[in-house]
Each structure stands twice: as structure tokens, then as C-alpha cells.
């Protein structure tokens, strides 16, 4: 029997939350693969989730050129909160300098969490963010 | 595959002049595959009166898949008469929880003080599974269970054999903070159950009406099912899990509604009935 393609039902539900909160939000799966950002998110971004698509750990965690307020050093993705959250399978937050698709640069503070099924199945990882401030 | 129902109920068993023509019982379904093998989904008042068509076939294995432990599923199971005969083998399958095993879930209800005899002295001895990731064999029948949208640990089953799928999700809320035409269809919660089932036994508790002042609770309106079964291009949708308070003609009304919205295979809607028989072979 042919099995056809579902998301796990957490990232299902988490997918509805997002599109239903006011909160920018961001959805990978298991893989790190970029599955979802809401409208909130888009307006950050500069971009909408339709134009990006879905998107590899490697290319959403250098799409915003990310860069550390304090030193305006350029962070690699495994920097990013949402990189820790999924490789050491724990919450993590940091604030951050990211440019958007539209050019603008803004201060985002990034709070990140793996999300894990009844089972204790590792099922993929969500950040919310909200602007922090002048970049 | 053949298919007896012999309840469609939802919520809480509602007998009387006003709904005997669709049933009170609530959820249970007998399935028999082409090598007889005995599958009955969820234990609803409605698996008392069929334990007691089993009697003359014991010796025998008997499967329950539990779609959730909510009492509407369950509470038939300690007046199950197979389960009161030693020479059952009694199989019983439900979703995983991170807490407690399915058998001490169960135990909860099959014990004092809801229930008079304790589940560890019942003599049957039923063996307690919790579904796999992966699908499973029984006799000749593939089985595929995934979690689906409802308050609580809760799966879908689809049973397939010789190409044929019956899928049954009777309590499930697939609309919950989506707008079901406007996300592809592996974003859809039972999607993975339904998709070109040629039967689909599924949620339609409510009315759109209804719905708004239910959101969150774990069921379908009308709207949704239709939608939903339309997605996952099933041939028949049969709408179970009817509503306690709704009447044999409000559940027409029902009925009426899901053909106007219907957009699916050919059979076309019907509603779910005690001893309605549904063949797949």
C-alpha cells in the first residue's frame, strides 16, 4: 500500500496556531527544512512564505543575513536560535540583526523550541520572534 | 471487507422514538476481512449487542482498535460478552500516550468505583497494543493508524485489503485554526488516513450553525466533512457520529445539506445507521 505524504500532526497543529496568532512565527521539520512562516513573520522578512518556499537550514539561516547587534559580526546558521533548538534539542534565545527581503534592517529577539510528538518523537522545531528595537 | 455498524452515535448513547431510525448507540464497527478475521472498531455501547452475536463463533481471536479512550468509545467494553469467555483471544489496540500505558488507561474506567470487577481479573486476559508508526497485518488486512485532530491522544485507522480502503475517523476537528481549501492536502490532519479511501466513516456532529460555538471541541459541521472527504477524493462518505440531541429528521436536514456541498465521488454522502452493512469487496 502506497503511503501517501502527511505532516506529523504536531507541525499540522502548530501550522494552524501560526496562522492564527498575531506572533511572527517559524515552522521546520525534523530535517530543519523551512515549512512554514506566518503573515506576521512575512511582514518581518520582507517576503511572504508563498515567494520563499519551503527552504533548506543552509539557505533560511543565511536569507536575512543574520549578524550579532552587539559586534555586527555575521552569524552562520548554526548560530541562529532555532539551529541550537534543533541540534541540541532544547529551547534557546538571543537577539539578533537580520536584513529583510525589502532591505530594511531590523533587531529581532528570537526564542526557539524543538517540538516533540506523544511518543517523544522529535517532529521539528518552532521560533517566534517580534522586533526588538532600531537594528 | 464487509462492514456492520451497530453504532454511530456520538458524545453519549441516546435511544428513544426520536432517533431509531439512525440509532443511539454510540461508536462500534464490525469489520470482517476475506480470511474472517474479526476487527471491531471502538468499543461504543454498540459492541454490546454485537459481543453477544459472537458467542456462537468462540473460540476465536478478536481485534478492538480504539480510536481514543473518551467514554463514548469505551464505555461498551466491560458489557463486551466475549470479554467474560477465557477462550478469547482478545486483542486491544489504541494510541500511545507518554504517560501511561493503554492498559492502565483502560483500567481507569474497567475498575472501581466506575466499574464493579477490576480489569486484571477479567478472563479473558486481553492483550493491550499500542499502534505502531509503521502499518501492520491482520489476517489479510493492512492497517494504518495515525494521530488526527481531537482533544486527546486520538488516531484514524485505515484498513485496506485487495485494494480497497475503508478509512474511520469518527471524532475529528481537521478545520481547527485552518481553512481546509487553502493548504495543501498533506497539511490537512487524516489526510494520510483518508486519501482515495473507498469508504470513509467520519465525524459530522454538527450543523454550520452549530459549529461556531463549538470550536475547539474535536468535531466536524457538515461543511468540514464534506470539504475534508472531497480533499482526500474519497468514493463514500458516511457520516457518523451523530449528535445526541439531533433527531432522526434533523439528521435528513444533515444529510440534505452535505449533498448540496458535495463535491466528491460519485456515491455521494449517506448517513451512518445501527445495521447498516457496507461491502468493499
Known amino acids: 500500500m502506497k503511503e501517501q505524504h502527511e505532516h506529523n500532526l504536531v507541525l499540522i497543529l ?44 543552509d539557505e533560511w539561516g543565511t536569507r536575512f543575513s543574520p549578524e550579532d547587534p552587539n559586534t555586527g559580526e555575521q552569524l552562520g546558521a548554526q548560530a541562529l536560535p532555532l539551529s541550537v533548538a534543533l541540534a541540541e534539542k532544547k529551547p534557546d ?43 | 471487507m464487509r462492514a456492520r455498524i451497530w453504532g454511530c452515535r456520538g458524545s453519549l448513547a441516546s435511544p428513544g422514538p426520536e432517533t431509531v431510525r439512525y440509532g443511539g448507540n454510540t461508536s462500534c464497527v464490525e469489520l470482517r476481512t476475506s480470511d474472517d478475521s474479526l476487527i471491531i472498531l ?26 481514543h479512550l473518551h467514554l463514548d468509545h469505551l464505555e461498551g467494553l466491560g458489557f463486551f460478552s466475549p470479554l467474560w469467555e477465557s477462550e478469547v483471544d482478545l486483542h486491544i489496540w489504541g494510541p500511545p500516550s507518554p504517560v501511561r500505558t493503554l492498559e492502565r488507561r483502560i483500567a481507569r474506567y474497567l475498575s472501581p468505583p466506575l466499574f464493579p470487577i477490576h480489569l486484571q481479573d477479567i478472563p479473558s486476559r486481553p492483550t493491550f497494543h499500542d499502534v505502531p508508526d509503521d502499518e501492520w497485518k491482520i489476517g489479510t488486512a ?6 488526527i485532530s481531537h482533544r486527546g491522544p486520538t488516531v484514524g485507522y485505515r484498513i485496506s485489503e ?15 485554526g485552518i481553512d481546509l481549501r487553502a493548504v495543501e492536502p498533506e497539511w490537512v490532519s487524516g489526510h494520510g488516513v483518508a486519501h482515495d479511501a473507498r469508504v470513509l466513516l ?13 470550536v475547539g471541541w474535536g468535531h466536524s459541521s457538515v461543511a468540514h466533512v464534506a470539504t475534508f472527504a472531497e480533499i482526500c477524493s474519497v468514493q463514500q462518505l458516511v457520516m457518523f457520529h451523530h449528535d445526541p440531541l439531533h433527531t432522526d429528521d434533523q ?3 444533515l444529510l440534505s445539506r452535505a449533498r448540496e456541498l458535495w463535491g466528491g465521488g460519485s ?11 457496507l461491502d468493499l469487496s
Open chain 1, 14 to 57: 502548530a501550522r494552524g496556531l501560526a496562522s492564527s496568532i498575531a506572533t511572527p512565527m517559524f515552522l521546520v521539520d525534523p530535517e530543519g527544512t523551512l515549512v512554514y512562516y506566518n503573515e506576521p513573520a512575512e511582514a518581518i522578512f520582507g517576503e511572504s512564505y508563498a515567494e520563499a518556499g519551503e527552504l533548506s537550514p
Open chain 1, 93 to 135: 534565545h538571543r537577539l539578533l540583526t537580520i536584513t529583510g527581503r525589502d532591505g530594511k534592517r531590523r533587531m529581532i529577539a528570537v526564542t526557539a523550541f524543538p517540538l516533540f510528538a506523544r511518543t517523544n518523537e522529535f517532529v521539528g522545531g518552532v521560533a517566534i520572534f517580534w522586533e526588538a528595537g532600531e537594528a
Open chain 2, 42 to 67: 471502538d468499543a461504543g455501547t454498540g459492541i454490546r449487542p454485537l459481543g453477544l452475536t459472537l458467542l456462537g463463533e468462540l473460540p476465536r481471536t478478536i481485534h478492538i482498535f480504539l480510536t
Open chain 2, 142 to 147: 493492512v492497517i494504518r493508524a495515525r494521530p
Open chain 2, 162 to 176: 485487495n485494494g480497497q480502503s475503508l478509512a474511520y475517523i469518527p471524532d475529528h476537528e481537521p478545520a481547527l
Open chain 2, 202 to 214: 467520519h465525524d459530522a456532529q454538527y450543523t454550520e450553525d452549530e459549529y461556531p460555538r463549538r
Open chain 2, 251 to 253: 439528521l435528513e436536514v
Open chain 2, 267 to 277: 456515491a455521494g454522502p449517506v448517513l451512518a445507521h445501527e445495521g447498516m452493512e
